[in-house]
């Protein structure tokens, strides 16, 4: 009778064993130079890369792709779900290097794009866009410039993580998350130059659930512009600088259009920025709307615009003008925002006249102006005041 009994613990010991092992086991890794990468710069990669990410995809058990310290030329590239697995960790220790002659993307639309893809991280590693000759035809008002393509763009994508990855001179935008859930951006370093056109740092649109933390980003355009359908956003700790600011929009583009709402901008810092804290509408009629939004602990050196919102965008003045903005703008808070600005207007609240601003919130603002107190401007905008405002609210109560 005991020794039946005790039978079944003899193999608990096994049991325990092979629980724990499994439970430990270890993700399958590919090295993309074990499928003929070569990190010399000059030899693409592409079908290294693609034949590594097919092993990673096509894997039942998590997976890592490695790639080692070098300089690895790819030209447009697609990473292609659906996988067999939630699990594949990109571990870059190199950088990826485009094309020096940018025609060969610059109609691409996307320089690196992952689409249908879940649980996919990206750790580390540099993205050279190599954009800076594509900047310099379109300033030349050649009208043969490619429109460039965008370094890096997860589309239809789910629980996503990129850590730690650097971004520098994108063709045009550094990161876009399109039509995801569950994305976390964390302790990026974005840069090119000042004066590079549409090289926002990282676009959110038609996304769920973004996160963007730690991150250092300085382009010729915004630092992070939020479009139609992005929802539950979240970003904190960012250093904004140079560049036009954190943008939501430009938003009323289409006549049918999705909304943002729920969106915290928090702890952030802008330097010699054209813009601080922003939220533009196209001048014309959109079914488009910008609500429950906190901008808080924003930090502003040397800003031309620290605190806008400009509902008659009309670039070029063409498709809008004598129009007004059907955008709803509503629920905005503007809470602990301080420090200088470069021009005598720190507070520009320009709303629609058709679709009034309402719900304007300024709490414990101060802007200041070389060394006075900087103006307030508003226009069809309701809301309070409470706290220390300076300069002074201009908002309809």
């Not at 070569?38 to 792709?65: H, M, N, Q, Y």
């Not at 507070?347 to 060394?371: A, M």
Request: glycine content about 10%; proline content about 4%.
């Amino acid at each position: 009778m005991s020794t039946s009994m005790s039978l079944p613990f003899k193999f608990l010991p096994f049991l325990f064993i092979l629980f724990f092992s499994s439970s430990l086991a270890i993700p399958l890794s590919y090295n993309v130079l074990s499928f003929g990468a070569r990190p010399d710069g000059r030899t693409d990669s592409v079908k290294s890369f693609l034949a590594a990410w097919a092993k990673a995809c096509g894997s039942a058990e998590a997976a890592i792709i490695y790639v080692p310290p070098g300089r690895y030329l790819l030209r447009n590239v697609v990473f292609q779900g659906q996988c067999k697995n939630n699990d594949i960790t990109i571990r870059i220790d190199g950088t990826l290097v485009a094309p020096a002659d940018y025609h060969v993307i610059g109609n691409a639309e996307n320089w690196i794009l992952f689409e249908h893809v879940s649980g996919v991280s990206i750790n580390g590693g540099v993205l050279d866009g190599q954009g800076a000759g594509l900047w310099a035809c379109k300033k030349s008002d050649n009208s043969n410039c490619p429109s460039g393509a965008t370094t890096l763009r997860f589309s239809n994508s789910n629980n996503v993580v990129i850590n730690g990855l650097a971004s520098v001179d994108s063709q045009m935008f550094h990161i876009v998350i399109n039509g995801c859930n569950d994305v976390k951006v964390q302790g990026v370093k974005v840069s090119a130059a000042g004066d590079s056109p549409n090289t926002d740092g990282i676009h959110v649109q038609s996304s769920i659930g973004v996160t963007i933390l730690d991150s250092k980003i300085g382009t010729g355009d915004d630092c992070v512009s939020v479009g139609p359908g992005a929802t539950n956003l979240w970003i904190e700790n960012v250093a904004c600088g140079p560049g036009h600011g954190i943008s939501i929009g430009s938003l009323g583009k289409e006549q049918q259009e999705a909304g943002v709402q729920n969106v915290t901008v928090t702890s952030v810092t802008f330097t010699g920025t054209q813009n601080g804290v922003r939220i533009k509408s196209w001048g014309r009629t959109s079914s488009g709307f910008a609500r429950n939004i906190l901008f808080q602990h924003a930090l502003m050196n040397n800003v031309d615009n620290p605190i806008i919102i400009d509902q008659n965008y009309c670039p070029d003045n063409e498709n809008c003008p004598g129009q007004a903005s059907r955008v709803k703008i509503s629920n905005v808070i503007y809470q602990d925002i301080h420090g200088t600005s470069a021009t005598e207007v720190g507070v520009k609240l320009d709303c629609s006249s058709k679709n009034p601003c309402t719900g304007i919130s300024l709490e414990d603002v101060k802007l200041v102006y070389k060394n006075q107190p900087a103006e307030a401007s508003c226009t069809n905008a309701d809301g309070s005041a409470s706290g220390f405002i300076l300069p002074n609210s201009c908002l309809k109560t």
